[in-house]
């Protein structure tokens, strides 16, 4: 496996995938190691998450520095992941003694009724590598605290993060066999749900996550899967198009518009629309693109080599259709993944950029007539990931987002993810959950116990 650096395409580094023998012997380690885990006191747990966190703030530069150089995200980008990622660590290390704590629900006469969470007991995790700390540690955190042993495969384009990752937990005091690094691309993965696991837990794309459903079916075990989006935000006639549109041009081009949750879709209504189009350009033009390394960039390379000819076809597709760009539209010619940071206008839902996700600093910006026909396009879609209102009245809001079919929903703000709420997916954007206390009994089965006295 050769590891690339996508701003340049220079190899960073080799090494070897996990052969068949490899996963096996690690799921075995796994497995052997779970009772005793599940056994250890949950303090002794939270502690070792505690010191995890600490080390993550003792090398966030020297974490971030191995990201950018492997998955071209701009450095300030790695940083304030991993800075974000604390405060998720703190939600779980708040959270997890209550969640896990058993409920009596009944006592009279006699008998009584308690309701118990157990973990669940060796899972697969399965990860992307846009946000390697976030949706990493949405399942490993978690699934550790509740008693899980975790196989942990990190995506193939961020797999030297994700080694960093398992040597920080181990130097923490999470025994080696508890949280086992898996190295390798999907076959590896393939391999690695042929085990007998209890439970996968994925991200990454639709196309994946299909096939991991369809290789554990019949199984019977725990199935998540946090997949993609074709975000859609809507621009109301009555807000300050600006404002709106800095916001939102954040929200499309954020770690180079390859968030799960970046805005993909903007409907505009047709009052605001000509102010908040050029908004949005001037908006654009200011972000700096560039080697990911420097402070400066806000723009930097693609992970992926494939992905720029996605975004080259979306732009065919629609320039064909009769869209006008407004900007970019084209690879950088120079070696690496580099694409324009692109905006469309006169797009419409016949044109893939408006359908596909496209994962890249690209957006389509339709003009609507009103409220109804923002709520149909919205809703026109495959994927329901996020999905947002910009207006200054809260029931339009609220009214127009509760028609949404999304996991998320957003008013006056876009491509955020808390903690204390629930992420997850509609449709193709996937099935389960991660985050927030439901995030954290998801990694458990519940058991009821029926106790008599007498
Ligand atoms: P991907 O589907 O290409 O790969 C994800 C992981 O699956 C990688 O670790 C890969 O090695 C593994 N894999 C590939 N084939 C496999 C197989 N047959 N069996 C088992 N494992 C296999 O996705 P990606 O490019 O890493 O990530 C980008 C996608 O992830 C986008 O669609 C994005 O929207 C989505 N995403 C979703 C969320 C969310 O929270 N919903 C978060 C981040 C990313």
């Given at each position: 496996?050769?590891?690339?650096?996508?701003?340049?395409?220079?190899?960073?580094?080799?090494?070897?995938?996990?052969?068949?023998?490899?996963?096996?012997?690690?799921?075995?380690?796994?497995?052997?190691?779970?009772?005793?885990?599940?056994?250890?006191?949950l303090s002794t747990r939270l502690n070792a998450i505690r010191q995890f966190r600490e080390l993550m703030v003792r090398d966030t530069e020297q974490l971030a520095s191995v990201t950018t150089a492997e998955t071209g995200k701009p450095i300030r980008m790695s940083r304030n992941e991993i800075n974000g990622l604390?405060?998720?660590?703190?939600?779980?290390?708040?959270?997890?003694?209550?969640?896990?704590?058993?409920?009596?629900?009944?006592?009279?006469?006699?008998?009584?009724?308690?309701?118990?969470?157990?973990?669940?007991?060796?899972?697969?995790?399965?990860?992307?590598?846009?946000?390697?700390?976030f949706v990493g540690a949405n399942v490993f955190?978690?699934?550790?605290?509740?008693?899980?042993?975790?196989?942990?495969?990190?995506?193939?384009f961020s797999t030297l993060t994700g080694v960093e990752i398992g040597k920080r937990l181990h130097e923490a005091g999470i025994p080696k066999d508890v949280f086992i690094t898996v190295a390798g691309g999907g076959d590896t993965g393939a391999e690695l749900l042929k085990q007998p696991i209890d439970g996968v837990f994925f991200t990454g794309s639709y196309a994946t996550g299909r096939k991991i459903a369809e290789a554990v079916a019949g199984r019977m075990i725990k199935?998540?899967?946090?997949?993609?989006?074709?975000?859609?935000?809507y621009v109301c006639d009555d807000v300050d198009p600006a404002a709106a549109a800095a916001?939102?041009?954040?929200?499309?081009?954020?770690?180079?518009?390859q968030s799960c949750c970046s805005v993909e879709r903007i409907y505009v209504h047709?009052?605001?629309?000509?102010?908040?189009?050029?908004?949005?350009?001037?908006?654009?033009?200011?972000?700096?693109v560039g080697d990911p390394a420097s402070e400066k960039t806000y723009i930097g390379p693609l992970t992926r080599g494939p992905q720029v000819e996605v975004l080259e076809a979306q732009v065919n597709d629609a320039r064909t259709k009769g869209a006008r760009i407004l900007l970019g539209g084209k690879r950088i010619d120079k070696p690496g993944n580099w694409f324009e940071p692109t905006v469309l206008v006169d797009v419409n839902h016949t044109m893939a950029v408006m359908q596909e996700e496209s994962f890249g600093p690209i957006i389509g910006i339709q003009k609507v007539s009103g409220d109804a026909e923002a709520r149909k396009l919205m809703n026109d879609t495959e994927y329901g990931l996020t999905a947002g209102v910009y207006t200054?009245?809260?029931?339009?809001?609220?009214?127009?987002?509760?028609?949404?079919?999304?996991?998320?929903?957003?008013?006056?703000?876009?491509?955020?993810?808390?903690?204390?709420?629930p992420w997850s997916g509609v449709g193709h954007s996937g099935v389960g959950l991660t985050l927030s206390t439901y995030g954290i009994e998801t990694f458990t089965r519940t058991k009821g116990w029926h106790l008599r006295s007498a």
């Open positions: 496996m050769k590891i690339l650096n996508p701003a340049d395409d220079t190899v960073i580094t080799e090494l070897s995938d996990d052969t068949p023998e490899m996963v096996h012997n690690k799921y075995r380690a796994a497995r052997a190691a779970q009772p005793d885990w599940a056994a250890t006191a604390l405060g998720r660590i703190d939600f779980f290390l708040e959270q997890t003694e209550k969640t896990l704590r058993p409920a009596s629900v009944f006592d009279e006469g006699g008998m009584r009724e308690e309701i118990s969470l157990e973990p669940l007991g060796v899972i697969a995790n399965i990860s992307a590598w846009n946000y390697p700390y955190i978690p699934a550790l605290l509740t008693g899980n042993t975790v196989l942990y495969k990190p995506s193939e199935l998540q899967l946090e997949l993609g989006g074709k975000d859609p935000t916001s939102l041009a954040d929200g499309a081009m954020y770690n180079t518009g047709e009052k605001v629309f000509a102010p908040f189009v050029e908004a949005f350009v001037n908006e654009v033009k200011g972000f700096v200054k009245d809260a029931t339009r809001a609220r009214t127009i987002l509760s028609g949404i079919r999304a996991g998320s929903v957003y008013w006056n703000c876009c491509d955020r993810v808390s903690p204390r709420l």
